[in-house]
């Protein structure tokens, strides 16, 4: 593994069905972050971590929810997946805080139907 | 509310100069990035300002005004390769990122 990498690339989702996306780095990182990137709006924070043992919720958490086990691992839960859901997701991570530069995972494309 | 504001769309010729702009209304201000993104892939980072004035990276530069709440992009020398969204982020008082919606730069030959 290579810096930041998110499973699955893509995924079509059933209604109301539970979906963990996974991220992982190798980078040692403090700081994890999900976002969703919507067409034309920027990307939404949806949960982020600021080291492991830690969570905070951003813009968008409402139906998701994530855990840091450890410094490595950041995933994403959606407990019962809706159609607003629908999105692409990139996990993030950078050194310390939100002022260092973010590595981005290549994103998770998700269709909820 | 907190606000970053970018052309949606600008367009440019192979070999020309492009300057995208960015203005932003937030909750304080520690720092404002520029990321690329091409369709379909991850963004990744080009720059970072915190303090005024203008930053120079080889082709590209980015300039800042805290006062204006303004800042830009400068991309000299354009390439074909250039084609791609590019976001300008904030960092607020909470030490939050603020995303714009993204400038879809095309080149064209």
């Known amino acids: 593994i290579a810096g930041i990498t998110q499973a699955p690339t893509s995924q079509i989702l059933a209604a109301g069905r539970r979906m963990t996306l996974r991220c992982t780095q190798d980078?040692?990182?403090?700081?994890m972050y999900w976002y969703r990137q919507d067409l034309g709006l920027g990307l939404r924070l949806i949960h982020y971590?600021?080291?492991?043992?830690?969570?905070g919720k951003g813009e968008v958490p409402d139906g998701y929810s994530v855990s840091r086990a450890n410094t490595d691992d950041f995933p994403l839960t959606l407990a019962s997946a809706v159609p607003s859901q629908t999105s692409v997701y990139f996990c993030?991570?950078?050194?310390?805080?939100?002022?260092?530069?973010?590595?981005f995972g290549q994103g998770t494309r998700l269709t909820v139907v | 509310g907190q606000n970053i504001d970018q052309p949606t769309e600008m367009t440019a010729t192979e070999g020309a100069i492009v300057q995208i702009n960015c203005t932003y209304q937030?909750?304080?201000?520690?720092?404002l990035f520029w990321y690329q993104q091409h369709a379909g892939e991850a963004p990744t980072f080009l720059s970072y300002?915190?303090l005024d004035g203008l930053e120079e990276k080889g082709r590209f530069s980015s300039f800042l005004s805290r006062s204006k709440g303004y800042s830009y992009l400068l991309l000299k020398e354009l390439q074909m390769k250039d084609s791609a969204s590019y976001l300008c982020?904030?960092?607020?008082?909470?030490?939050?990122?603020?995303w714009g919606a993204g400038t879809k730069l095309i080149i064209k030959p």
């Open positions: 980078m040692r990182h403090n700081a």
């Open positions: 993030a991570s950078s050194r310390q805080g939100s002022n260092t530069e973010a590595f």
């Open positions: 937030t909750s304080g201000f520690n720092g």
């Open positions: 300002n915190v």
């Open positions: 982020a904030v960092i607020d008082s909470n030490y939050q990122l603020i």
């Open positions: 971590s600021n080291t492991a043992g830690t969570t």
